[in-house]
C-alpha cells in the first residue's frame, strides 16, 4: 500500500510537468495523443518491468486546430509520455489512472486529469473572453482491451475553472501488422455538460461586450460536443523505439458547433496531422 503511494505521489508532478510543456496546445492535441497511446497497446504490447516502471517516452511534431472549434492551425512540437507501474498505475498524457478491480478483459478504476486551460491570447477570436485557467478533473474509467480491440470509457468532472462533468469513449481496432509495420484504426465521442460546454463554447453578456471580433452572446446546453476518427500507423526502428504517423478527423455537434466561436470564426471540421518517435525504457 504505501509504496503504491509513494509511486502515486513520484508520477503526479510528472502530471503538471506533461501540461506545463502542453499548455499551449490545448485539449484537442492532447486528447488525440491520448487515444493513440490507448491503441498503441493492441500493436506494441505490454512489457512491464515487474519490479519498477516501464515507460515510453517520446516528442510528437503535429498540425492543429488554436482552440477546440478554430479553423486556425499551427504546427507544434508535444512530449509523448505513457508510464505505468505494475500494471496498476498509469500516466498517459496527463491523466493518471489506477487498476483498482480487473474482471477477464476488464479494468475499472479511479482517474485524475490534468485538464489543459485556454488562453486568450492563442487566437484572435478569443481575446477579450478570458482565459479559461488549468484545471484538475476527478472521475472514473472503465477499460476493455483483448488482442485486437481496446475500448475506455471514462467521466469526470472538474475542480474548478468552471469544469463541470464529460463522458468520453475511446475504440480502437488493429487492422493491419506485417514484419515491421501496424496499423489501427480508433474513434472517439464526447458528451459535455451544460456547465461545461458553456465555458468551452459559450458567450456570457460580459464577454460578448469584450469581444474583439464582436461575437454575439450565445447560452451553451449539454449534448454530445464531438467525435472524431484516428488512423495510426507504427513503424519499428527497433526493439524498443517506433517511428509513428497520425491522421485524425473530427466534427462538433449540437452547441459546440452552433457557438459563435465555431460558426462564425472557426469550423466544426477539426483536423490533425502529426509524426512522432517514442521509445520504451
Not at 509495420?181 to 461586450?209: H, N, V, Y
Amino acid at each position: 500500500m504505501y509504496k503504491n503511494l509513494l509511486t502515486v505521489l513520484c508520477l503526479v508532478p510528472l502530471i503538471t510537468i506533461q501540461a506545463k510543456a502542453q499548455s499551449f496546445i490545448g485539449d484537442g492535441f492532447n486528447s488525440a495523443i491520448e487515444a493513440v497511446q490507448e491503441g498503441l497497446d493492441l500493436i506494441w504490447p505490454d512489457n512491464f518491468n515487474i519490479d519498477g516502471i516501464d515507460a515510453r517516452l517520446g516528442l510528437g511534431l503535429g498540425s492543429t486546430p488554436d482552440y477546440v472549434g478554430s479553423d486556425n492551425y499551427r504546427v507544434r512540437v508535444v512530449p509523448l509520455v505513457d508510464i505505468r507501474y505494475k500494471d496498476i498505475l498509469r500516466l498517459n498524457g496527463s491523466t493518471l489512472t489506477y487498476k483498482a478491480l480487473r474482471v477477464g478483459d476488464w479494468a475499472f478504476g479511479p482517474l485524475l486529469n490534468l485538464r489543459l486551460g485556454r488562453p486568450q491570447e492563442r487566437n484572435r477570436a478569443l481575446q477579450g473572453l478570458g482565459d479559461i485557467n488549468t484545471t484538475f478533473e476527478v472521475g472514473a474509467y472503465a477499460r476493455f482491451k483483448n488482442k485486437t480491440t481496446s475500448l475506455v470509457v471514462d467521466y469526470r468532472h472538474g475542480t474548478g475553472a468552471g469544469i463541470g462533468s464529460s463522458l468520453r469513449a475511446t475504440v480502437a481496432q488493429g487492422i493491419y501488422k506485417k514484419g515491421k509495420f501496424a496499423a489501427l484504426i480508433g474513434g472517439r465521442i464526447k458528451w459535455l455538460s451544460e456547465k461545461t460546454t458553456q465555458t468551452d463554447f459559450g458567450l456570457t453578456a460580459e464577454q460578448a461586450g469584450n469581444s474583439a471580433l464582436g461575437l454575439s452572446e450565445f447560452d451553451a446546453d449539454a449534448g454530445l460536443a464531438a467525435a472524431s476518427v484516428n488512423f495510426v500507423g507504427a513503424y519499428s526502428l527497433s526493439e524498443e523505439t517506433r517511428l509513428l504517423g497520425i491522421t485524425s478527423y473530427g466534427r462538433l455537434f449540437a452547441d459546440a458547433k452552433s457557438s459563435p466561436l465555431v460558426a462564425v470564426r472557426g469550423s466544426s471540421s477539426q483536423f490533425i496531422v502529426g509524426v512522432g518517435i517514442i521509445h520504451n525504457f
